[in-house]
């Protein structure tokens, strides 16, 4: 353990239990703050590698039809093809 560690552990043992609980969220709130830019760096990395693949743009019209493709192979997966007016939705 470092210095820094014990003088931190010191400190919280002298704090009572409802400020212990702030920092706690503080940390935590740290924690995803460091998730959200890693994830934000790797997005940036990932586009730049997308647009390094220099593909044609997509359009809207492609877009709503891949979806709607997706849609009706996942209506008929696992239900025994069954009407959609018989399917319970969950």
Known sequence: MTALESKLLQRLQKLPPNRIAEVVDFV????????????????GQSLDKLDALDLPPVSGDEVEQAIQALRRERRGEGEYNVPSSARQRP
């Open 28 to 43: 935590e709130f740290l924690a995803s703050r460091e998730e959200r830019q890693q994830a934000a760096h790797r997005l």
